[in-house]
C-alpha cells in the first residue's frame, strides 16, 4: 500500500493504534529500497507485535510514490570488494521472509532479477513456481512486469484497490480496531474493484507461454521462442525475446534450476536454498555477473554489461551445480522448525556474526 510521504528521518515508522499496527517503509526519494537497517527494523516491529496480545492487524505500507523497489542493489555493489561485507543483511532478509511468509497475525500488504546476473529470490522461486502452467519460468527469466490486474489474475495478489482509494482504505482498516480475518477481507472488498488482464495481457499467452517455458534447458527455451515469434500475431514475443537475450547466461541457468526445484520444495527448503544462492553469486564463485549487471542497470546505466562467461554455451552444469551445493549445517539459514523457538536463528546467534569483514 502507497501512501503520503512521512515527515521523519527513520527509514521504518511504526505505530501502535489501538488494536492496530501500522509499519511505513519511509525512504520515498529512494522508492523505499530494503537496506540493512530497513530489515533490522521490520523484525524487529514483526516480532514485537505478533507477540503483542494487544496487536491485531498489522498494515505494511510505503510512503511516496512505491511500495518498495526491493532490495538496495548499490548497497551489494558497493560491497563487492569486501568480503562477505554483504553477508548480514543477506540472512537477515531471508530470515525475515520466512517470519512474513508465516506471520502469525493478519496482515495487509499494499521481480526481475535474472536480468542483472542474480536470481528469484525471497521466496519467489517457491511462489512464482507454483503459479499455473509455466508461467513460473516465464516471469522469473524473463522479468516480465505485471501490473495490479494481472498480479490479481495471476494469485499475486488477492485483491486490486484504485490508487484513489488507498488511503480511505487505510482508514477502514485502522476503524476496525481488530483483526478478524472476514472483517479486514470484509473492508478491502468495499474498495476493491473487479479486474481482468487486459486483451493484450502475457497471462491470455498462457498456451505459447508452457509450450516455450516447458522445455529442459534456458537454450530450448529460446529457440522455442524463437520459433513462436516468427508466427502471425505473436508480435508481443520480440521485445521479451530481446530482454532475455540480453541477460546474464549464469543467472539465467541459475534461475531455471532454482524455480524447478521450487515446485518440490516447501517454503523453507527454498529460502534455505535461496540464501546459499545468494551467498555464492556475491561470492563471485561461478562467475561476477551480479556486479556487472548493477554497474550497468544503476551505477554507470549504460544498459551494456558484458557478461563472463558470455553465452549459454560456456555455462558448464558443473559451474552451476556449485552454486547450488549444500552449506555445513550450521551455516545454512537457520529457520525455526518448532513453534516455541519461532523467532530463533537470529542473525546475531548465527556463525555468520563471528565472521570478520575482510577485503
Not at 41 to 70: P, Q, T
Not at 217 to 236: D, M
Not at 287 to 307: C, F, Q
Request: hydrophobic share 35%.
Amino acid at each position: 500500500m502507497t501512501q503520503e510521504v512521512v515527515n521523519s528521518d527513520e527509514v521504518v515508522l511504526g505505530e501502535e493504534i489501538e488494536h492496530v499496527r501500522l509499519i511505513t517503509l519511509n525512504r520515498p526519494r529512494h522508492l523505499n529500497v530494503i537496506s540493512s537497517k530497513v530489515v533490522s527494523l521490520l523484525a524487529e516491529y514483526l516480532e514485537k507485535w505478533e507477540k503483542d496480545d494487544k496487536a491485531e492487524l498489522v498494515i505494511i505500507k510505503g510512503s511516496g510514490r512505491a511500495f518498495s523497489a526491493g532490495g538496495d542493489l548499490k548497497m551489494f555493489y558497493d560491497g563487492r570488494n569486501s568480503k562477505d561485507s554483504c553477508l548480514e543483511v543477506a540472512y537477515r532478509m531471508y530470515w525475515l521472509g520466512y517470519h512474513i511468509h508465516t506471520y502469525k497475525k493478519t496482515q495487509v500488504f499494499a521481480t526481475p532479477e535474472a536480468s542483472i546476473g542474480f536470481h528469484t529470490d525471497c521466496g519467489f522461486s517457491y511462489i512464482l513456481s507454483h503459479l499455473p502452467g509455466h508461467l513460473g519460468e516465464f516471469f522469473a527469466l524473463t522479468g516480465a512486469r505485471l501490473n495490479g490486474k494481472e498480479l490479481v489474475a495471476a494469485g499475486l495478489a488477492t485483491h486490486f484497490v484504485p490508487l484513489e482509494k488507498l488511503s480511505d482504505l487505510e482508514k477502514r482498516l485502522i476503524s476496525l480496531n481488530s483483526g478478524d480475518e472476514n472483517a479486514v477481507k470484509a473492508a478491502i472488498e468495499e474498495f476493491a474493484v473487479e479486474v481482468q488482464p487486459d486483451e493484450e495481457s502475457v497471462l491470455n499467452k498462457q498456451s505459447i507461454i508452457d509450450e516455450c517455458f516447458s522445455k529442459d534447458t534456458v537454450a530450448e527455451i529460446i529457440k522455442s521462442f524463437e520459433v513462436e515469434a516468427t508466427k502471425e500475431g505473436n508480435g508481443w514475443i520480440s521485445p521479451v525475446l530481446k530482454g532475455l537475450k540480453r541477460s546474464s547466461p549464469t543467472g539465467l541457468r541459475i534461475t531455471l534450476r532454482s524455480i524447478r526445484e521450487g515446485r518440490k520444495q516447501t517454503l523453507p527448503e527454498s529460502l534455505k536454498k535461496e540464501f546459499r544462492l545468494t551467498i555464492n553469486i556475491l561470492r563471485a564463485i561461478i562467475s561476477a555477473d551480479v556486479y556487472e549487471g548493477i554497474r550497468a542497470l544503476t551505477i554507470d546505466k549504460d544498459n551494456a554489461p558484458k557478461w563472463n562467461p558470455p553465452s549459454l554455451d560456456h555455462v558448464g552444469d558443473e559451474k552451476i551445480d556449485q552454486v547450488f551445493q549444500p552449506f555445513e549445517e550450521d551455516l545454512e539459514l537457520q529457520i525455526p522448525e518448532k513453534e516455541e523457538h519461532r523467532w530463533d536463528g537470529k542473525y546475531e546467534n548465527s556463525p555468520y556474526a563471528s565472521f570478520k569483514v575482510t577485503d
